[in-house]
């Protein structure tokens, strides 16, 4: 593998997937590696599949970095937060925990701030200029905000209390599909939610992704809001390829 590779891992609620990433394009270099999420997904049961994942890679990776995504707030490898995953992770060291099953040391970063950073770099959010919002729509509501490009980490906007409620309880894809809402009920929420968050902080680009994203024609058109929003170009693999970039400036 190149020197402008690194290997990327995205930990989630039902996979846990990897591939190495090529630096310079955000291309994937090798099919990706899925593996169902251990349940419960405690640090221990999810770091032995990263450490699966990692091997599986090892030849290909040679000495690039490795960075591994989760769905909680994380500062300097602790994470710090647990709305979708196993309260045991609260309080964990992960870059130390997960370090221990790859074999090496890794960068763990929060998944929406990974996705953010591989569609600013490679997506819908490249070269765009001043205040963007990455969310991304799933079980939860994930948060990522970049200013001329640069990642404002950990900024979980998904939490924020609209009429009463934490945001992404109404708002988040999960939810639609639990009441069994619209497309035009659902973009009702979702019009509320972005206005929040538009009125705070007046972004100059809205970018939504998660897995609901490649249905964004039944929804977007619906919503009416300041700042242009556009569908996630990277799909499922903005996860992969944000953490593989953020690793990579870690180490260097």
């Known amino acids: 593998m190149s020197h402008r590779a690194a290997l990327g891992i995205d930990v989630g609620g039902s996979g846990i997937k990897g591939a190495p990433v090529d630096l310079e394009t955000g291309k994937l270099l090798a099919d990706r590696l899925r593996i169902d999420t251990p349940q419960p997904a405690t640090p221990q049961a999810v770091a032995e599949v990263v450490g699966e994942v990692a091997q599986h890679f090892a030849e290909q990776l040679g000495d690039g970095a490795v960075g591994v995504t989760v ?25 130390t925990l997960i370090g221990e099953h790859v074999g090496r040391s890794v960068h763990v970063v929060n998944d929406a701030d990974a996705a953010g950073v591989a569609e600013a770099r490679f997506g819908a959010a490249r070269d765009q200029r001043g205040l963007v919002l990455v969310t991304t729509l799933g079980t939860g509501i ?26 992404e309880s109404r708002a988040a894809s999960s939810a639609r599909e639990n009441e069994d809402l619209s497309w035009e009920e659902w973009a009702a929420r979702l019009q509320r939610y972005y206005g929040v968050v538009e009125d705070l902080l007046w972004p100059s680009l809205i970018v939504v992704g ?35 970039l953020l690793a990579d400036e870690e180490k260097h």
């Open 142 to 167: 994930g948060t990522a905000l970049l200013l001329d490009g640069k990642l404002v980490p950990n900024s979980e906007l998904g939490h924020l209390e609209i009429d009463g409620h934490d945001a």
């Open 210 to 244: 998660g897995g609901v994203s490649k249905k964004s024609d039944k929804f977007l058109p619906l919503l009416h809001l300041r700042a242009p929003v556009v569908p996630a170009a990277l799909r499922n693999e903005a996860g992969i390829v944000g953490a593989a």
């Open 71 to 95: 769905p909680g707030v994380v500062t300097r490898g602790v994470v710090r937060s647990a709305a979708n995953i196993d309260p045991t992770w609260i309080g964990t060291d992960a870059d």
